[in-house]
């Protein structure tokens, strides 16, 4: 399979088994029998999982660790363009500070990745406005996220966020949100309109408004689209059924990513060749997410 890009892949998410069994065995923790996702599970219930591997990541060593080994087995799986993603605030239980994680994390990719800092809907929005802050002088970080998604218990909506990724802007970095994962389109529009995203993680709900689509193509917003994750979040009923053939063949600039290569159990280049059973794909379509994905890294001067 000809070289490709993985644009949403997430750190704590993305650990190789063998380093699962080390950290585990090394810091006297037991690991769970079933780590892995389950086809149709809610989003809020494999949110959950992460718990056990952000407990093997709240030191310097295991982050560094676990971001070298990620951007070694996406050199060997044929990935050629990479970034990884997460959550800096997740990992401070023992006394890390947001710059040690952050700093950890660029130290295991060296240059081979770029990095992506998630904040959290619910999240308070200084925090993330404090990533981008910490992110102006450290180019290894190329973008700022919003991941998970809204519960009707959070104080801080999605408009919350837009001066921390007006200012993301300023300084030079991407902008991509977790959006319309199973929920409403206007997710999308917001994000793009609000936060001025260049890039939607899942949007699978896109084709439910003609106006969240046309805004995406008339912006030429690429979605990150991720459906083996997908199916096992429960927010398409098949693989079969996933909106990404439709998406290319409206002109959408959609791309294939991993998400999470532990807990879904999944390499780029199966989601690839998976991608080519969902209804409207071809191989043409497929070439077309491969260059959309190629063409759409972060990258900062």
Request: hydrophobic letters at 40%; proline letters at 3%; aromatic letters at 6%.
């Amino acid at each position: 399979m000809k070289k490709r890009a993985d644009l949403h892949r997430h750190l704590d998410g993305s650990l190789r088994v063998s380093t699962v069994n080390d950290l585990a065995l090394e810091l006297g923790l037991e690991v769970p029998k079933d780590l892995y996702f389950k086809p149709h599970m809610d989003l809020h219930s494999a949110l959950s999982y992460f718990g056990f591997t952000l407990s093997l990541l709240q030191n310097k060593k295991n982050i560094t660790r676990v971001a070298r080994e990620i951007c070694e087995d996406a050199l060997e799986d044929g990935v050629d363009l990479l970034e990884v993603r997460f959550g800096p605030h997740l990992h401070l239980d023992l006394g890390l500070k947001l710059e040690e994680v952050i700093d950890a994390a660029l130290e295991g990719l060296d240059g081979k990745a770029g990095l992506i800092l998630c904040g959290l809907y619910g999240d308070d929005p200084k925090l993330i406005e404090s990533f981008a802050k910490m992110s102006k002088k450290r180019k290894g970080v190329v973008a700022l996220d919003l991941a998970g998604g809204p519960t009707s218990g959070q104080k801080f909506c999605l408009e919350d966020y837009s001066k921390a990724f007006s200012m993301a802007a300023d300084y030079g970095m991407g902008r991509t949100v977790h959006a319309s994962e199973g929920r409403s389109p206007q997710e999308i529009i917001t994000a793009i309109e609000k936060l001025h995203a260049q890039r939607i993680g899942h949007g699978v709900t896109l084709l439910e408004s003609e106006e969240a689509t046309q805004l995406v193509l008339d912006k030429k917003i690429v979605i990150e689209a991720c459906p083996t994750s997908n199916l096992q979040c429960g927010v398409i009923s098949s693989h079969e059924e996933h909106p990404i053939g439709k998406w290319l063949e409206l002109g959408v600039k959609a791309c294939l990513n991993t998400d999470n290569t532990f807990f879904s159990q999944v390499s780029s280049s199966e989601e690839h060749q998976r991608a080519l059973k969902i209804q409207g794909m071809d191989q043409l379509k497929l070439d077309k997410a491969i260059e959309n994905g190629l063409k759409a890294g972060f990258h900062r001067s």
